[in-house]
């Protein structure tokens, strides 16, 4: 073929493949390509891969086991199917939170914020954009940071949830609509509450769905805050609440287990959830007085003793870790009391394990940093029967008030000794007398410092442990004053103990 002939050919060529390729890129947007389905799982991919890339911190050679659970919630099967409206795309919108007071519709026949009724296929994506807020959303927002917060860091010097969640709620629908739920319900606005209860339902079933739901930070720390937000929603004559959000934040974070070391200085989002879920999971053994849905062959790395302070910050990493230690230790005990309950308990392993307990809990004790103490501790001068006692931090309080915890419950459940829950006429054991001393320390802490909601959920589960001993009137009268004023404050349903602590 002549040179003049092949270059018409080739120019002709050119010429058709250009055409082709722009009578493509004018074509709509079809199905998913096989090159869109590639950059998903290239996405879900790097989920995986940073979910992994904390295993620099930990010594080489440490095993490492890949998970196999299954991610199950059990909600009701009325909210998969729930008939709130799907989301819209999230748009970034041109008006001012500040004038978005007015800028609310209504959907079966309730007042939502318009954040609820944004339609978005990708809802339980992250938002390229960040959310627009309406005020009332804001102020939800900011009644979270100042007063909510505080539930989920009370371990955590660094403030993870505090400082982080409002942020990443910003880009992620699925942990907005927790934040909004739990805020509503603690302001009492509970139309707006509920109506990002069920929005976020809906998501989190749709997220379940895709294979990196366990790798999903957002996710995670969405359940967290909806258990807290149902709290606040059980029946007040018997205190019950579904597990459900804690069933499935165990299979979460068991499927994506990849180590078998948690660090308890808490450097990354997702630890700080785990602790936050050890917390819950000892709230719910304890008043049911059954085992934790906890995997304790799990090790903590590094011990808190053996964090150097080298730089300026390093002492909120070793106060938390020092902090969490102890929470761990009292996860261990509760576990080893309620799971030998109604077994034989004067076996020698046993014995020998308690004592082992009773150990490593009074070693803490004598080995915490000196910050953890007390800054000043006497009688109250409002005449109440419990002192006062305060401390500089919440994880200082609660870490008080942990360690005579585990004490009770160590002294409560001593192998080859008879423990009752009712009433005890007479004068008390000297066991007794010890887990009321230490049951007083626990009343002392959380009277001083009612603003803090985390010492008070931990009064209301102990109560059962110890509440029958105390048999002084004006030590009960003052219990069930505290009880009180924690459901006026925060919502918190007591009226059932209260009751209970009548009966006996």
Known sequence: MPSAIRTTVCVRKARDKSRRYQAEQALPMSSPTSGDKGKKMVIEGDLRVQARENQSRYPEGLERRHSQTEIQFDYPSTLSSTSVTPLHGIQQSLESPLQGRDSRSSMDGMFVPRLLQCNSQKGTRHSQQPIPFTYDEALLFHHFIAHLGRWFDCTDASRNFMLSVPEKARRCPILCNAVVCFAGRHRREYRTSEAAYQRCITLVIGRLKEDSASYDDMLLSAVLILHFADQLNVPSRTGSCYKHHLTGTSSILRASQDTRFVDPSVPTFREAAFWVYVRQCLYNATISQQPLDIDFSLQLYPAPDSIQDLYPLTWLRLETA????????????????????????ESAPRIRQWQELWDTIQTWQYSRPRSFDSIGSGPSVDGSVFHDIWFTADWHAISFIFYHFSCILLLRYKPGLEFATH?????????????????????????????????????????????????????????????????????????????ALKAE
Request: with cysteine; proline share 2%; hydrophobic share 40%.
């Open 322 to 345: 020092w902090s969490n230690q102890l929470l761990w230790n009292t996860a261990i005990v509760a576990d080893f009391c309620f799971r030998g309950t109604g077994t034989q308990s």
């Open 423 to 499: 009433y005890v006429h007479g004068k008390l054991s000297h066991s007794d007398a010890q887990i009321l001393d230490h049951a007083r320390a626990i009343c002392c802490a959380c009277k001083s410092s009612l603003e803090n909601a985390q010492l008070q959920i931990i009064l209301c589960s102990t109560v059962f442990i110890w509440g029958p001993l105390m048999s002084n009137p004006e030590e009960r009268d003052e219990l069930v004053h505290l009880l009180r004023i924690f459901e006026q404050t925060h919502l918190w349903r007591t009226s059932w103990i209260i009751n």
